[in-house]
């Protein structure tokens, strides 16, 4: 091939690349899920000033993605696409880079068929097009290994010992090991496909280990020194990473001798890219199931493999190996289920296998059938992954993001009631109602789709109702949360907005809050007063009971002052407590509780009036009778409940309401 004709090809792949990735880049995926949307909302505090080293929303999330989408937001703004063309821009990267690496240690066939099943195939335009830290990993992994190698052939090549461009490329290869660990916890392994490398040298390639180990070494040490912040601010701020917990499981049985789980996971997470039904499970990456390759790309991968195992003395086919091998070490560890973004720190070796396949089935072709069209190759390779990317961009654009389970996971329904209220302007306040109404959660979709809202309020309308500033207020309720039919005589129904008949939530409505009833109760004296943060007004068993059913308390509150709620606390920086409601036997021990707060305290303000129903199952085995009932409030994170004052001073952290009557 000529060589203007490989950079026009590569050129050309690249742009196809770029259009894929950016088409409809904010419709699909179809809305959000909550770990895009607390990026966005990490990424929009930084620019507000409020800069962390781990942002501990997302079980905890490494620094470099939110700083980057933070830069893009400055350039184009507060936006959804600012958030995810990030991602668009290092994944057509990482095709770049991985096409230099293959074509330097392969050839330029190899190089270019991966770069084709990297533009085309699901897996790597899924994650293009994904908001999440990880995407950016496969870049710096690809130019970490691209240094890497620099440094190897630069030694290699030179007789002296003194030269200075071996400790640059020293130098760059350990900055982008570095980098690495700062994206995604997956590179806490992917790593060590260096040093592993190096015993594969020390053992195959004596002379080239012994001129290359110190720069590589130095190179490593550069990027454990880079690093030593990260690890001491983790060491002395543990609530900032908790998804480590996720590998307890699967290393105690190793520790406890147990293979079996760690077998199966393995043998899953491998068949994972070639055999259907053991893809990826998460609906929110992949179709449940579907593996990395269509049928024809997986004999191509299998024969890739195959050939790099035979031909393992040769440091190139054994560092993709390793390099894979490495790369997939998580999900080998914890079974196929999101794998598709565990497992990206080997994006490109596992694109590279089927590349190495192609090519050596042609070669093999060539060898039998020497007279065989020159173009043949060419035309076989163009019908496969026309196919392959056929297969791929349906599954993507039409089967997932048209699935009525990912528009679930994406959040969908709360997608498009914020784009209703930026259409109606309410004047008076808002309320919204939502499955996740924490503030780690659906308020991160807010922020980030629709900026700041002072007077929303997020609730979950089954159990709980704000009156903002108790006035009469906008409520927006999706049919996933039906309101509590108490809450029916003061919401008007103004208009129903209809989605897909087939969403898993269909629909929303519009509703006008009555507030007058609130006012009213709210208007007695109050029933106890909470630390100066909230005041209890009424309480009141809203329906008689028998053992084995279900007693509901309405309790009616008053925010006085936010700010003595409780302590700010992670992961989301804002108050986080939980109302208990406890039945008391007659020697004063609880025999039923209820804790929950479907209206939280995250964006309480001064004057608002909210209701809370508590559920309470009664035990079967109840006697008959009256019963003893209190409630109070509690820091989630520390236990700690706030004090009942009277007159200022402290009379106790709970306080009595109506007793419940059990009958037969």
């Not at 440094?151 to 350990?174: I, M, N, P, T």
């Not at 080998?332 to 973004?341: M, V, Y």
């Not at 309480?539 to 009616?556: C, F, I, Q, R, Y």
Request: glycine share 8%.
């Amino acid at each position: 091939m000529k060589q203007h004709s490989k950079w026009l090809l590569i050129l050309l792949i690249l742009l196809l690349a770029f259009g894929l990735r950016l088409s409809a880049l904010t419709e699909i995926p179809p809305g959000l899920t909550h770990d895009e949307a607390n990026h966005g909302r990490e990424a929009i505090g930084i620019l507000r000033g409020f800069y962390l080293f781990i942002f501990p929303l997302n079980y905890g999330s490494e620094p470099l993605y939110s700083y980057t989408v933070a830069g893009m937001m400055r350039l184009l703004g507060q936006t959804l696409f600012a958030l995810r063309f990030v991602n668009v821009l290092f994944s057509v990267a990482t095709i770049g880079i991985t096409f230099l690496w293959v074509r330097r240690r392969f050839d330029t066939t190899t190089a270019l068929v991966t770069a084709v099943l990297l533009t085309v195939s699901f897996w790597p335009l899924a994650s293009a097009r994904q908001a999440l830290r990880a995407g950016m990993l496969p870049f710096f992994m690809g130019t970490a290994v691209w240094f890497f190698w620099l440094l190897l052939d630069h030694v290699a090549a030179q007789k002296s010992q003194v030269d200075r461009r071996r400790w640059w490329l020293a130098a760059a290869f350990g900055v982008c090991v570095a980098i690495t660990l700062h994206i995604y916890l997956a590179a806490r392994v992917a790593w060590l496909v260096f040093p592993l490398f190096m015993v594969y040298l020390a053992w195959q390639q004596r002379s080239t280990f012994r001129r290359s180990w110190l720069p590589v070494l130095l190179g490593l040490l550069l990027a454990a020194l880079l690093v030593t912040p990260l690890f001491v601010y983790l060491q002395q701020n543990p609530y900032a990473l908790t998804r480590l917990s996720m590998l307890d499981g699967p290393l105690e049985n190793l520790r406890s001798g147990n293979l079996l789980p760690l077998w199966q996971n393995a043998t899953v997470a491998l068949l994972a890219f070639i055999w259907p039904g053991y893809g990826d499970q998460f609906l929110a990456y992949n179709i449940p199931g579907r593996p990395v390759f269509d049928a024809v790309t997986a004999v191509f991968f299998v024969l890739g493999f195959l050939v790099c195992v035979w031909r393992w003395q040769r440091p190139s086919y054994a560092f993709v190996l390793l390099w894979f091998g490495v790369g997939i070490l998580p999900s080998l560890i914890t079974g196929p289920t999101a794998n598709t973004t565990r497992n990206l720190a080997a994006l490109a070796p596992v694109f590279v296998l089927p590349g190495i396949g192609f090519g050596t089935a042609v070669h093999w072709l060539k060898t039998r059938w020497p007279q065989q069209p020159t173009w043949l190759p060419g035309a076989a390779a163009a019908v496969w992954l026309l196919f392959a990317g056929g297969v791929a961009a349906f599954d993507y654009f039409v089967t997932w993001a048209q699935s009525p389970d990912v528009r679930g996971a994406y959040q969908v329904n709360t997608v498009q009631m914020l784009a209703y209220l930026d259409g109606i302007d309410p004047a008076e306040p808002v309320v919204l109602s939502t499955v996740y109404p924490g503030p780690a959660h659906d308020p991160s979709l807010g922020l980030v789709l629709a900026g700041d809202a002072g007077s929303w309020r997020w609730v979950d309308a089954r159990q709980a109702l704000v009156a903002p500033g108790g006035q009469n207020s906008t409520v927006l309720i999706p049919a996933s949360t039906p309101p509590h039919p108490l809450f029916a005589p003061w919401l008007q129904p103004r208009e129903t907005v209809s989605l897909r008949p087939d969403d898993l939530d269909p629909s929303f409505t519009d509703f006008a809050l009555d507030a007058s009833q609130l006012n009213a109760w709210v208007g007695e004296t109050a029933v106890a007063n909470f630390n100066n943060a909230l005041t209890l007004h009424y309480a009141e068993w809203l329906n008689p009971v028998a053992p084995g059913a279900t007693a509901e308390l309405l309790l009616v509150w008053h925010v006085t002052n936010p700010e003595n709620v409780g302590p700010i606390v992670p992961p989301a920086f804002t108050t986080d407590v939980v109302m208990f409601t406890q039945l008391l036997d007659v020697s004063g021990v609880s025999f039923a509780q209820r804790d929950a707060l479907d209206a939280p305290s995250w964006d309480w303000q001064a004057g608002d009036l909210l209701t809370q129903i508590h559920p309470i199952t009664i035990p079967a085995e109840t006697a008959p009778g009256s019963y003893q009932a209190i409630v109070g409030i509690y820091d989630r994170l520390s236990g700690d409940r706030l004090p009942v004052l009277v007159d200022g001073e402290v009379v106790g952290d709970f306080t009595a309401v109506p007793q419940l009557e059990i009958g037969q």
